[in-house]
């Protein structure tokens, strides 16, 4: 049975052009037994395979396809090799070159070029040698090269191998082609039939073009969320090291011919110098433009911003939750070099080397090869911007970390000047609009705070809960308090089970105080409560009932908020904070300072940037208290500047708050004064890829614990619970930072 609508792109090259190759070609089997070396062109074996696939010669579009991605991967490889191989044949060479000789210094230039032209001649020469005859046969047009990058060719893969039923390779190529179109429609059709097959594994949806140093990259970052250092910085660390590499070969693959864009190839009249400029200028400009090669991703529409520093950024905070602070110090300086006026990382630094003292702190510097790395850079964009400013060559700079000292003074006042040109058109237009904006914003605002409203009125799945305040009363959007969500006993039943299973400083790695002096902190998680109570070290009623409230929570919210799509967990914690009686008095600090939970928020520039170390993949965040039998401790929503109190919500046995995690709910918790506050602290997502893990680790005990396949609440049950953020680079703790996991 054919997948449904199994469509496929045909290339243009297909009706363009009719190839066929040598019969002996076509029978060269497909594997490693076939050299590389000895293939066809890419793009004849491109056109052959797309032929093959027009009669329905799926042997042959699978033998053609798989040896056409082999070629061009080949040449590819052979150029860098051979690049950088004779990149070093003049230092090979380099006692033949006759000593310096005393002389007028016009004649020593004039020596001085003749050598500089003599290391380029070995050095071309050295390529001949090392390339096959016929190189250049193997240069790929644009449109071809393109089809490659579309990855056009596992289009092809993926029907052939289906009409042959081998399914893992048709599943792998429709992915491979897939992740880098995501919005083909047809093979998303095809993606979702091949899942449905029986026979197909998880297994087999994978990426047969992933680039290693962005697979070590995610996977680092994904274990720094999961909050496992030491198995951050295995992947980090081997992410930099492909990076290099990768690095290397699109340097390497710079060295190409000149393209004369835009150019008539025979009205080209450049002289001598003109030619070497324009040449080395463009070589020069594509080596720059490798930073946005090796940060993008297929099917994503923008790379990875300040990429290669991210990866220290991460690196400093995971080296310094393993314990290892010279490296933690090493990263951070390194980070520096690129951001040198960071004032979070300076912070880091400075608070890493005060725990780890001055006196070993300053001989560590930072990785020499990226101070090789970003030396090179700075002259390369030196010479790139001279470039742009006395011959007209654009240069678009891909780093975000450039100094405004590398960019000549009157580049600098052209590019000011265009930017106010740009800044006083747009006002203009902008003005022009404002009267439309504001009119059109009057007639939809009733409608809008209406469809706010009908939106955040769903029911509240079990009996004997009642709203207590919504949107309008709490004077936001997307907010609600909730009473009667567990009774009096379950709060003292969880309570009970905080003060057996709970660790000081339980989520801000064994911190009593993560976020003031005045109070300690104890916490437990839903899967340790669960294991504690299967060792028999707290009772297995306070844990199971934990587990239960954390899911009635999450389905309160569900369904209240109206989601479309199920919440997942990303964090639940059960915590308290006790006041510290002696340091209660002057006190002025709270409790918890204002934050957003998906957002950085800078209170003076009344914005929150939503990217990392924010937890940006937070959707929704909800608190069930446990008590209100103590003093102080009230939870507030604020206006983004963090100081106008919008709404209060006194903390009472029972009472849940709920709220969207973005930028239009800043919250934070006043000091607690006397006595103890506890309750349930949760955060879900919408995106089930930041699923804690740690839940589904309780899912599965509590399965085989009670021999159940699903939790079945009964509506007198309470359930609460979402996770803390799952770190994103995360600012050190220290005062005045926040870090960790964010604590409603």
């Known amino acids: 049975m054919a997948p449904r609508r199994l469509r496929l792109l045909l290339l243009g090259v297909m009706v363009a052009a009719q190839v066929s190759l040598p019969a002996a070609a076509t029978a060269t089997a497909v594997g490693a037994e076939a050299d590389p070396a000895l293939l066809p062109p890419a793009d004849l074996l491109l056109t052959a395979g797309a032929d093959s696939y027009g009669r329905g010669d799926w042997g042959a579009v699978i033998l053609q396809m798989e040896r056409a991605l082999r070629s061009r991967e080949a040449h590819r490889a052979r150029l860098a090799r051979c690049r950088l191989l004779c990149s070093d044949a003049n230092r090979t060479d380099a006692g033949t070159d006759p000593p310096s000789q005393p002389a007028g210094a016009r004649q020593q230039r004039q020596l001085d070029d003749l050598r500089f032209f003599q290391r380029l001649l070995r050095r071309a020469a050295c390529l001949r040698r090392c390339l096959p005859d016929g190189a250049s046969r193997y240069q790929l047009g644009e449109e071809t090269e393109l089809e490659f990058r579309k990855r056009s060719p596992y289009n092809y893969l993926q029907v052939a191998y289906f009409k042959i039923n081998k399914l893992d390779k048709a599943v792998a190529a429709a992915h491979t082609f897939f992740v880098a179109n995501p919005d083909h429609m047809e093979m998303r059709q095809n993606l979702e039939y091949y899942q449905m097959m029986a026979g197909v594994k998880e297994s087999d949806f994978v990426d047969l073009e ?27 660390e ?6 290099w590499v990768a690095d290397t070969e699109c340097r390497a693959l710079c060295e190409g011919p000149y393209d004369y864009e835009g150019y008539n190839y025979l009205e080209y009249n450049a002289d001598l110098y003109q030619a070497i400029v324009d040449h080395s200028l463009q070589v020069l400009s594509c080596k720059q433009a490798c930073v946005t090669e090796l940060a993008s991703e297929p099917g994503r529409e923008k790379p990875l911003e300040d990429f290669l520093p991210s990866h220290f950024n991460y690196l400093q905070f995971a080296y310094y939750n393993s314990g290892d602070y010279e490296k933690a110090i090493e990263c951070a300086k390194t980070y520096l070099l690129f951001f040198p006026e960071d004032e979070v990382m300076k912070q880091n630094l400075a608070y890493y080397t005060a725990v780890l003292g001055e006196h070993l702190a300053r001989p560590l510097k930072p990785r020499e090869n990226v101070q090789a790395y970003q030396r090179r850079s700075l002259v390369e964009k030196e010479l790139l911007f001279f470039g742009y400013d006395v011959f007209g060559i654009p240069f678009v700079d891909p780093d975000t970390w450039t100094p405004e000292a590398v960019i000549p003074k009157r580049l600098l006042e052209k590019q000011k000047v265009e930017r106010e040109t740009a800044a006083r058109i747009s006002e203009e237009i902008g ?8 009119l059109v914003e009057e007639k939809t605002k009733d409608s809008t705070d209406m469809s706010k409203l009908v939106r955040e009125g769903g029911p509240l799945v079990y009996d004997g809960l009642s709203i207590t305040m919504n949107s309008k009363l709490l004077n936001g959007s997307q ?4 009473d009667g969500v567990i009774s009096d006993e379950e709060c003292r039943e969880l309570q009970r089970l905080t003060n057996a299973a709970a660790s000081a400083g339980d989520g801000y790695r064994g911190k009593t105080s993560p976020h003031t002096p005045s109070e300690t902190f104890y916490g437990v998680t839903v899967y340790k409560a669960l294991k504690l109570g299967q060792e028999g070290k707290v009772p297995m009623r306070g844990a199971y009932l ?18 479309n799509v199920p919440l997942h967990f990303s964090y639940s914690h059960l915590v308290c904070r006790t006041a510290i009686d002696e340091k209660q008095e002057d006190r002025i600090d709270p409790s918890h300072p204002v934050h957003v939970d998906n957002c950085i928020l800078n209170a003076e520039a009344l914005e929150c940037v939503k990217e990392p170390p924010a937890y940006t993949f937070r959707d929704y965040s909800a608190i069930l208290y446990l008590n209100g039998d103590f003093e102080g401790g009230t939870f507030y929503f604020t206006e983004l500047d963090a100081k106008t109190v919008t709404a209060e919500v006194q903390p009472q046995c029972g009472r849940a708050v709920g709220f969207s995690s973005g930028s239009e709910n800043p919250h934070g918790v006043k000091a607690v004064t006397k006595g103890q506050r506890c309750a349930i602290a949760l955060w879900f997502t919408l995106d089930p890829r930041h699923s804690e893990r740690d839940r589904v680790q309780a899912d599965d005990l509590v399965r085989m614990l009670f021999n159940t396949e699903e939790t079945e609440l009964p509506p007198e049950q309470a359930t609460a619970a979402t996770q803390a953020p799952l770190p994103g680079p995360t600012e050190v703790p220290q005062p005045g930072s926040t870090s960790g996991k964010e604590e409603l």
Not at 238 to 243: F, G, H, N, S, V
């Open 546 to 563: 934990y587990y239960n409230v954390t899911e009635k929570v999450r389905r309160v919210m569900e369904s209240y908020f109206r989601l």
């Open 479 to 482: 907010r609600v308090v909730v």
């Open 210 to 236: 992933a680039k290693p140093h962005m697979q070590e990259f995610h996977l680092g970052v994904s274990y720094y969320t999961e909050e496992q250092p030491q198995a951050a910085v295995l992947h980090l």
């Open 238 to 243: 081997k992410a930099l090291e492909e990076y």
């Open 431 to 438: 003005n022009l609009m404002k009267e439309i904006e504001t």
